[in-house]
């Protein structure tokens, strides 16, 4: 089984700065993507950012130029520094990995418990 768990999040004024990091524990024996989702009040999970192990990295419209992703390898660790923030950006985040752990055939989802972002005007 793998666990990914979060941190970084909390209160900050709009045009903060806020960095979540995600670390992925347990038997993985490999990663095929790490990012991050988020889900505010009322709305469905949407992806924020991800980065998967062909190189590429994907943003959601609303927070290109703003947020960047990051990854380090070695220790299973994905982040998100997230720039210039805005009261829409107000969510729960949540880690994702989509990774195989030892002794598995296939990919499985899994999901951090998330932690809180909220940005005041």
């Known amino acids: 089984q793998a666990q990914v768990v979060e941190s970084g999040g909390g209160l900050v004024q709009a045009g903060g700065s806020l960095r979540l990091s995600c670390a992925a524990s347990?038997?993985?024996?490999?990663?095929?993507?790490m990012g991050w989702y988020r889900q505010a009040p009322g709305k469905q999970r949407e992806l924020v950012a991800i980065?998967?192990?062909?190189?590429?990295?994907n943003y959601a419209d609303s927070v290109k130029g703003r947020f960047t992703i990051s990854t380090d390898n070695a220790k299973n660790t994905v982040y998100l520094q997230m720039n210039s923030l805005k009261p829409e950006d107000t969510a729960v985040y949540y880690c994702y990995l989509q990774g195989r752990v030892a002794g598995a055939l296939s990919y499985y989802d899994y999901w951090g418990q998330g932690t809180q972002v909220t940005v005041s005007s």
């Open positions: 980065d998967i192990n062909t190189g590429r990295r």
């Open positions: 347990g038997s993985i024996f490999s990663i095929n993507a």
